[in-house]
C-alpha cells in the first residue's frame, strides 16, 4: 500500500492561508448582510408595524423569518399594502396573531410563516408536523395549515369578506424539504422562494375580487387591529388615503 506524500511546509501555508482568506471573506459577507439588514429593518417600516427591536428581530428565528417575508412582500405590494402581527378574535382561543397580511384587488394573501430547516414531515389531516434534521434530531410542531385556517375564518368573520376573497399561504425557509408533505392541489405550502413566484402569479392572473374602495375600508379596520402606537397607525392610515388617490 502506497504511502501519502507529506505535504511540505510551504503547501502547509498556503492551505492555511487559504483557509483564513475564506473565514475573512466569510465574515465579510456576513458583515454586509448584517448591515443590510439593519438598515432595511428601519427602512421599510417593519420597525414600526411590528413592534419589535432590531436586536429581537435579528436573534430569534422566528421573528427573523418573518422580516425576510416582509421584505419581499412589500416589493411586490409596496409597505402600505403589508401588515404584520394581526390580531384578531380566535374561535378556540381568545385572539389569534396572523404573522403577515397583504393585500391587493387579487384578494387578502394571508401568511403563515415558519423559519425552519431541515426535512418537513406531514399531511393536511395530522394535528402535528415534524422537523426532522437526522435519526437523533426530531421536532414537533402544530400543523401550519391549521393553525392558518383559523386566520383565515378570523378574518372573515372580522372583515365580513367571503372566502374566496382570502388567499392563505403557509410559508417556510428554502432550508427546508417539503417532499414529505401530503396536501391537496389547493393548499398552498412552499419555500419562501417559490412562495413570492407564487404570489407574482396569482397577482398576474387571479381574478380580482375587491375594489379599490374595499382595500381602503379592509386596511383602515386591519391597522386597529395590529401592534403599531396610535401615531403610526394614524401615519399609516394617512399612507393608505395617499395609496388610494394614486391607484
Known amino acids: 500500500m502506497a504511502r501519502r506524500r507529506r505535504k511540505s511546509s510551504f503547501e502547509q501555508m498556503i492551505i492555511i492561508f487559504s483557509e483564513f482568506i475564506a473565514f475573512l471573506l466569510y465574515i465579510f459577507y456576513r458583515f454586509i448582510m448584517f448591515i443590510y439588514d439593519l438598515v432595511t429593518f428601519y427602512t421599510s417600516g417593519y420597525k414600526k408595524k411590528s413592534g419589535v427591536i432590531f436586536i429581537k428581530t435579528y436573534f430569534n428565528k422566528g421573528n427573523y423569518g418573518e422580516f425576510i417575508l416582509y421584505r419581499k412582500l412589500i416589493r411586490i405590494f409596496t409597505k402600505e399594502l403589508v401588515l404584520t402581527n394581526v390580531y384578531l378574535e380566535g374561535k378556540n382561543t381568545d385572539t389569534t396573531e396572523i404573522d ?121 379596520l386591519l391597522v386597529e387591529k395590529t401592534l403599531m402606537d396610535n401615531e403610526t397607525k394614524k401615519s399609516h392610515v394617512e399612507q393608505i388615503k395617499g395609496l388610494m388617490n394614486r391607484i
Request: without cysteine; hydrophobic residues 35%; aromatic residues 12%.
Open 100 to 220: 403577515l397580511l397583504a393585500i391587493s384587488t387579487k384578494g387578502i394573501y394571508v401568511f403563515e410563516m415558519k423559519n425552519y430547516a431541515g426535512y418537513i414531515y406531514g399531511s393536511e389531516k395530522d394535528t402535528h408536523w415534524t422537523q426532522v434534521f437526522n435519526s437523533r434530531t426530531k421536532n414537533k410542531f402544530y400543523n401550519p395549515i391549521r393553525q392558518n385556517y383559523a386566520h383565515q375564518k378570523a378574518l372573515e368573520k372580522y372583515l365580513g369578506v367571503s372566502e374566496d376573497s382570502i388567499v392563505p399561504i403557509v410559508v417556510f425557509s428554502n432550508r427546508s424539504k417539503l417532499s414529505k408533505i401530503n396536501i391537496s392541489r389547493d393548499t398552498v405550502v412552499l419555500e419562501i422562494s417559490d412562495a413570492m413566484k407564487y404570489v407574482k402569479m396569482a397577482e398576474k392572473y387571479r381574478n380580482a375580487s375587491l375594489s379599490v374602495l374595499d382595500i381602503k375600508k379592509y386596511l383602515g
